[in-house]
């Protein structure tokens, strides 16, 4: 094993000087994927899942109690706490707000860019790991997780740097890289749950058993990095402990005695991969190949490629590249296996993938083949202009000069902006069309639906000397209105908790049109702070986008100040 990584090595050496100085224009390529992915953290958190995380790590600054969770009003039992607690550390810096709450998962994602980096200098060459940092930092749904922010910013780098540190124990065993391989491990696990060991050791198996290494099967060093890993997820076990397991009164999932360890090690991953747990879904096999197809534009084709100059490469050049190639088609393969299916789920596997199409993409030019590649790109940004067209049109969306400027702007990077180096010509066009559609998403769309998330909105029309007053919701469901109302707001569930709630007077209420008037006519003296509209913005409709039909989509709701 040794002298294989010793040969691994002399060939990262000997690519590195091959390669000179790196990729051409890889600094401000960097910097551009970079800058383009900013402006995200400064856009509302969109509803559900992002907000109700949002509202549960507030309520964790609130009450400062980081042990147990509460969402919809009671005890929550669906992720583990990492993310949870790092955002909370985030509020207890930076205050309550939406930078706050994204600004974490931000950091993690440029951490996870390095980790791509250093594992492709060292399992590929450094154009590689240039390239593969330039196409994760550019892939949509990478993007759309640092805007829409979940679980998969802090997974996807834990996984990433599992690997790494385990890729350099494997090379040369110290303390230090064990520790952080573990590390890691345990966070992934703290962010998702044990499904995650899959996704970090699968393509460790794939590349022991094609290399037939079997005495890694009883490798101390790896069953220290296990070990050490369960050790490290002590903090996340003794939270469940606390908030569930001493509690058997508690009701979750309506029934009681529900343990938070058995939810954890069990129901949480394996429950929904075999649907038998308390959160059900209904899978479909070719949920996550046309997922991929768009969630990882506008570097599709090139991921399409390296399906085969990946393997080929693995198997005729070095055979380490198994742990990330294998990997990757085993989460892919469980992940379209599961009756429980979300399209950013995908999200983990992007560095696998960024990896495998640099490589693919380096290849290609080094042979003078990547000419195809290149006319495609310029098909491709055509083709999304149109699109982007027809949608500004089609939804009446504003800023049609900013459109045209990036449409502008964007042609000309793929069309005229022309390197000699083949590679970095193609990256450059890549890049070029991420400007268009990055732009075209937080510049003008997701601000143009924001108006319809009428939780955030109505927050707004609260007046400063009312912010400490009592605030309830009733049937107006809206985790966003929650977090960025100030203090806890009260979740009414029926109206002996209506009447009760407003009988504090004075009070803050949120709810639909028809409740609101019912009250007017009821004689509470009841003033109107703000006029809504609602629309849930992540399940688009073309009734919704219509200009001409939206209306008709569209739920009232009301801001009332009850005196």
């Known amino acids: 094993m040794l002298l294989e990584l010793n040969r691994l090595k002399q ?28 402006p995200a953290l400064w856009l509302p958190i969109i509803e559900p899942d992002g907000a109700l995380y949002a509202t549960i790590a507030k309520k964790m600054v609130l009450d400062g109690d980081w042990l ?15 993310p949870f607690w790092v955002t909370a550390l985030s509020y207890s810096i930076f205050g309550i707000n939406s930078f706050a709450y994204k600004l974490p998962a931000f950091i ?24 593969a940092v330039l196409i994760q930092a550019t892939a949509l749904h990478t993007t759309l997780a640092n805007f829409d922010v979940r679980a998969e910013p802090y997974l996807t780098t834990c996984i990433i740097a599992a690997i790494y540190h385990m890729l350099m124990m494997d090379h040369q065993f110290n303390w230090r890289q064990l520790f952080w391989a573990a ?9 998702k749950g044990l499904f995650v060991l899959i996704s970090i050791g699968a393509g460790w198996g794939i590349y022991w058993m094609v290399t037939r290494q079997w005495k890694a099967l009883v490798d101390w060093r790896w ?20 908030q569930f397991d001493l509690h058997p009164e508690k009701v979750v999932f309506g029934r009681n005695n529900v343990s938070g360890i058995r939810f954890f090690f069990w129901d949480s991953q394996f429950g929904r991969f075999f649907n038998t747990g308390p959160i059900k879904g209904s899978g479909d096999p070719t949920f996550f190949v046309h997922t991929t197809l768009w969630a990882f534009l506008p570097w599709t084709v090139g991921l399409l490629v390296s399906l085969f100059y990946g393997l080929r490469s693995a198997l005729r050049e070095e055979p380490l590249r198994w742990v990330i190639i294998g990997s990757a088609a085993i989460t892919f393969l469980l992940f379209s296996l599961s009756k429980f299916q979300l399209p950013h789920y995908i999200i983990i596997s992007f560095p696998y993938f960024a990896l495998m199409t640099a490589y693919a993409l380096d290849r ?6 990547i000419r195809p590649v290149l006319n495609i790109q310029k098909g491709m940004v055509i083709i999304i202009a149109l699109l982007f067209i027809g949608l500004t049109y089609f939804a009446n969306l504003p800023h049609w000069p900013l459109l045209l400027g990036l449409i502008l702007l964007s042609i000309t990077g793929v069309f005229v902006w022309d390197h000699e180096d083949l590679l970095a010509n193609s990256l450059m066009k890549g890049v070029a069309t991420f400007v268009l559609i990055s732009g075209f998403l937080f510049l003008t769309f997701y601000p143009f639906l924001f108006q319809y998330q009428s939780g955030s909105e109505a927050v707004k029309a609260i007046p400063d000397d009312a912010k400490h007053l009592p605030i309830g919701s009733y049937h107006s469901f809206s985790y ?3 977090f960025y109302a100030t203090g806890e707001v009260e979740l009414l569930n029926n109206e002996k908790e209506l009447d009760r709630f407003i009988r ?8 639909r049109a028809d409740i609101a008037d019912s009250l007017v006519a009821e004689g509470w003296n009841a003033k109107l702070l703000t006029d809504t509209q609602h629309f849930h913005i992540t399940r688009l409709k073309g009734n919704f986008l219509n200009k001409n039909t939206r209306a008709a989509s569209l739920e009232d709701r009301r801001l009332l100040l009850i005196e």
Do not use: C
């Open 11 to 38: 060939n990262m050496a000997q690519s590195s000087a091959d390669n000179g100085a790196g990729l051409p224009k890889f600094g401000w390529l960097l910097l551009v994927s970079i800058l383009l992915n900013i």
């Open 68 to 82: 147990n969770m509460y969402g919809n009003g009671s005890d929550w039992l669906d992720k583990p706490h990492f």
């Open 108 to 131: 993690f994602w440029l951490l996870g860019l390095r980790y791509t980096y250093l594992t492709g200098r060292l399992l590929y060459s450094r154009i590689v790991a240039q390239a």
């Open 183 to 191: 590390a890691f491990t345990a966070m992934a696990m703290m962010t």
């Open 223 to 242: 069953w220290a990095w296990l070990v050490l890993s369960f050790v490290l997820i002590g903090p996340e076990l003794f939270a469940l402990y606390q």
């Open 364 to 369: 290609l030019a080094r042979n003078g083949k």
């Open 480 to 482: 966003a209105f929650e």
């Open 504 to 511: 504090q007077k004075p009070v803050i209420l949120y709810t």
